[in-house]
């Protein structure tokens, strides 16, 4: 007989991240998310933030999963997504006026989203992976960021967007992944696990069901 797969824990409280893993597939066994004080350190490039954040959140979560048998032989995954015009890393938003400055910052201009993506091991290595996407938003009205402001969509999302939902209609041009912005780039995912000899494909057979 087959040996089982180690278990997966998705090292993430992010819908979105658990949403994609399962369009591909993937279903966690657990869901354990990383406390992190997710704050730049001087100087810190923007692609440098998000793939030092995906891997301390998997190593976070290796450290949390190393205290329990049952967690002990599992696979980690983090992933994290910074969103920077230029060198200037945007904020996630919680307030209103954190997006407001955002969009006004976004409209009419490209930016660049970074995400990280990060697998730790039961042996404790971290393997890790950047995904850099161009993103250009149309210029925006004053009336169209209000409403979009009042939507609430905004609300935790890195750089006060969520391009799965009604900014969506804002992008005139991305060049990267799509998955990648919305917070786990998905080719990459699935080779830092097939690399750690986890059966990507072993769902697939009931995914038209
Ligand atoms: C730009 C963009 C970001 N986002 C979200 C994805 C992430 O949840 C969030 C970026 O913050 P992250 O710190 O990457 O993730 P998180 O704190 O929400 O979740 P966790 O650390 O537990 O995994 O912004 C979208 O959903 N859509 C978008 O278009």
Request: hydrophobic fraction near 45%; include cysteine.
């Amino acid at each position: 007989m087959a040996t089982p797969p180690p278990p997966l824990i998705l090292a993430s409280a992010s819908p979105r991240r658990l949403a994609l893993l399962e369009q591909i597939g993937l279903k966690p066994d657990h869901l354990i998310p990383a406390d992190l004080d997710e704050t730049p350190r001087r100087f810190e490039t923007p692609r440098a933030l998000a793939g030092r954040l995906a891997r301390e959140k998997a190593e976070a979560v290796r450290k949390i999963a190393d205290k329990s048998d049952d967690l002990k032989p599992a696979l980690v995954l983090a992933a994290d997504t910074v969103v920077a015009v230029g060198r200037r890393v945007l904020p996630k938003a919680e307030l209103s006026d954190q997006a407001l400055a955002c969009l006004s910052l976004l409209s009419g201009r490209g930016h660049r989203v970074f995400t990280g993506v990060a697998l730790a091991t039961p042996k404790g290595a971290v393997r890790s992976k950047l995904v850099e996407t161009r993103v250009r938003f149309k210029r925006l009205s004053r009336s169209e960021v209000d409403d979009y402001l009042a939507s609430g969509e905004w609300r935790g999302k890195a750089g006060g967007y969520a391009i799965q939902g009604l900014a969506g209609s804002f992008v005139v041009k991305l060049t990267g992944s799509y998955p990648a912005v919305m917070g786990l780039p998905l080719g990459e995912t699935v080779a830092l696990l097939s690399g750690a000899g986890f059966p990507v494909r072993a769902g697939w057979a009931d995914a038209a069901a």
